[in-house]
């Protein structure tokens, strides 16, 4: 029997599985997805305990660390700490650097779970010129890793009935490879920014408040401008 998709279901009484329902395994999609040019790198899993994820993702951040120009000119190392500092300003519990500092060569965007704060996983980055910046609590959502995910997710398995973890995988790895033959970048906003944007040049603000009209309000001039505006005029 086909497993059932997405549907909604009354508050307090959550969807049941039928009796036909065979809970055949798990899989899981490790996904590191660089925003600027689109590409993906993905690897299927059965589980993702910090054994399985931090070896990962050391050997593909190495991978993307060697392909990013080598810095070469010196720097000053308090500038160099300065920079740093301000990527944990504001933090009630700023990390310890290490002493001394690598050139900041990447910002990593993670989730905010236990596993990705592990001292030697954080250690290792810091090592490496990684910044690891993390979500807020509950806001996963501003993390472009989950948006590429879904979207994975619903090219790959959308229309098909797998029968075991293993055909899931390859299908996601198989999607993850087909999408990086012609990426597509993200950027923040998108569309809705850009309603933003224009529906704001349209209004006009009236003073220092937040109040904004559809149309400017005519200013009466007062005796001083329409004097100087006569003679810029006259001259």
């Not at 993905?42 to 392909?67: D, F, M, R, Y």
């Not at 010196?74 to 300065?82: G, K, Y």
């Not at 087909?178 to 349209?202: C, E, I, L, M, Y």
Request: some cysteine; proline content about 11%; hydrophobic content about 35%.
């Amino acid at each position: 029997m086909p497993y059932p998709g997405q549907r909604w279901a009354p508050q307090g009484l959550p969807a049941r599985q039928p009796h036909e329902y065979i809970r055949n395994g798990t899989a899981k999609l490790l996904t590191l997805f660089h925003p600027a040019d689109g590409q993906v790198r993905v690897k299927g899993v059965p589980s993702c305990p910090n054994s399985v994820l931090h070896p990962w993702l050391k050997q593909e951040l190495t991978a993307i660390l060697n392909s990013l120009p080598t810095p070469t000119a010196a720097v000053d190392p308090v500038a160099l700490r300065a920079l740093w500092d301000s990527w944990f300003a504001g933090l009630a519990a700023p990390p310890t650097l290490p002493d001394p500092l690598p050139p900041l060569r990447l910002l990593l965007v993670l989730d905010n779970l236990r596993g990705h704060r592990s001292p030697e996983f954080v250690a290792w980055l810091f090592q490496h010129g990684v910044i690891p910046l993390y979500t807020p609590l509950g806001g996963s959502w501003l993390n472009m890793a989950e948006s590429i995910q879904r979207i994975l997710k619903r090219r790959a398995l959308a229309g098909l009935y797998p029968t075991h973890p293993d055909e899931i995988i390859a299908q996601l790895e198989a999607t993850g490879r087909g999408w990086n033959r012609q990426p597509t970048p993200f950027v923040w906003g998108g569309k809705r920014a850009d309603r933003r944007v224009r529906s704001h040049q349209r209004q006009h603000s009236l003073g220092g408040s937040g109040a904004c009209t559809r149309r400017p309000i005519r200013r009466r001039q007062s005796t001083m401008e329409r004097w100087q505006r006569s003679s810029q005029v006259t001259h």
